[in-house]
């Protein structure tokens, strides 16, 4: 087997590096899909928990970590953005099934995302192989 030459092994330090700032977009990908998927089950959850309220008083979220309670006039009503900065009014039971279907539309994209950041973990893996070896070998051939 032959030594890599130093272009080589630059070069293979250069990838090396490209794919670990693209690993780590892929995983702010995951983080943001992971974050999108939670936010659906908990309006779910409020949709849900709002329906199941006699009097339509549910404690409202306002921000700092501060609630109130409030009285929903129309539960049965719920604003829904869409995409593209439209917002649609559906009935709750419809808005509950969009967010669900949402969530399986986000579930496979973190699946394909998560195997694309294993393939690309798995050549780093490699290029980080062939680097121990060049410098192995580099090390030998000074040693001589």
Do not use: C, W
């Not at 893996?125 to 090390?139: A, C, D, H, V």
């Amino acid at each position: 087997m032959q030594p890599m030459d130093q272009r080589e092994l630059m070069t293979l330090q250069h990838y090396l590096k490209e794919y670990g700032q693209q690993a780590e977009i892929f995983v702010s990908q995951l983080d943001m899909l992971e974050n999108g998927r939670m936010e659906a089950m908990a309006a779910i959850e409020a949709l849900e928990g709002m329906m199941a309220t006699e009097d339509g008083v549910v404690l409202l979220q306002i921000g700092g970590g501060a609630s109130v309670r409030a009285k929903i006039l129309e539960p049965e009503k719920v604003m829904l953005a869409i995409g593209a900065e439209v917002i649609v009014e559906r009935p709750n039971k419809d808005a509950v099934e969009f967010l669900k279907e949402r969530i399986m539309e986000m579930e496979a994209s973190q699946k394909k995302v998560a195997e694309t950041l294993d393939r690309l973990r798995s050549q780093m893996n490699e290029i980080n192989k062939r680097l121990e070896t060049g410098y192995q070998q580099s090390m030998a051939a000074g040693q001589d």
